[in-house]
C-alpha cells in the first residue's frame, strides 16, 4: 500500500495516509485514503484539484453529499466486501 503526506494549506500541518484506491470519473482523478493501513480505518475520499501538468498533485476532500456518495459507491465496487459510508 502506497503512503503518502499530505500537507494542509491552512495550518502547514503534514499527515500521512495509505492509499487505498484510485479512480477517474468524469476527468476527475479521485483517491480513497486511511490513516491506518490495518483493521478498521477512518478513510477520506479526496478529489485531485491541480492541473493534469502540475508538478505536486493538489487534492481536497470531497464534501458535496451527492459527488461522496457516486464516488464512494464506485470505490465500493472497486473493493469488494468494503463499505465506505456507513
Known sequence: ???IEFTFADTKEAVEFYVLEQTKINGS?????????????ECL??????GGDAEESIYEIVENDMELKAVSGVFEE????T???G
Open 1 to 3: 500500500m502506497e503512503k
Open 29 to 41: 482523478t479521485y483517491i480513497l485514503v486511511t490513516d491506518s493501513e490495518e483493521g478498521d480505518a
Open 45 to 50: 475520499i479526496m478529489k485531485e484539484v491541480s
Open 78 to 81: 472497486l473493493l469488494e466486501n
Open 83 to 85: 463499505d465506505i459510508i
